[in-house]
């Protein structure tokens, strides 16, 4: 059973930073895919960054470029640095993992069998 608790949402203006954090816990963790998602209110979960054990990245071309993706495989913390921050980020984030690497990509949340309870962006203009 893993376990992933995320971390460091909060109320931004836009233009503004924020860096999410997702520590994961139990056997083999640290050897997880892991990715980011969010959900919008009255939105499907929007797949966002992976990253692989071998430290690739894989980034939704609609955070490419302000979004980066990282692990801090010593401690098991996934992290989200999201930077230029627009109102349309404002979403629910969640951390995600899984034994196997999607097919293609980020993949899709069903190909991701642990999640966290998920921490809150919200962004003003």
């Known amino acids: 059973q893993v376990h992933l608790v995320e971390s460091g949402g909060g109320s931004v203006q836009t233009g503004g930073s924020l860096r999410l954090s997702c520590a994961a816990s139990?056997?083999?963790?640290?050897?997880?895919?892991m990715a980011w998602f969010r959900q919008g209110e009255g939105t499907g979960r929007e797949g966002l960054a992976a990253?692989?054990?071998?430290?690739?990245?894989t980034y939704a071309d609609s955070v490419k470029g302000r979004f980066t993706i990282s692990k801090d495989n010593s401690k098991g913390i996934l992290y989200l640095q999201m930077n230029s921050l627009k109102p349309e980020d404002t979403a629910m984030y969640y951390c995600a993992a899984d034994s196997r690497r999607p097919r293609n990509g980020l993949g899709e949340a069903l190909d991701y069998n642990y999640w966290g309870q998920g921490t809150q962006v919200t962004v003003s203009s």
């Open positions: 139990g056997y083999g963790s640290r050897h997880y895919f």
């Open positions: 990253f692989d054990n071998d430290g690739s990245t």
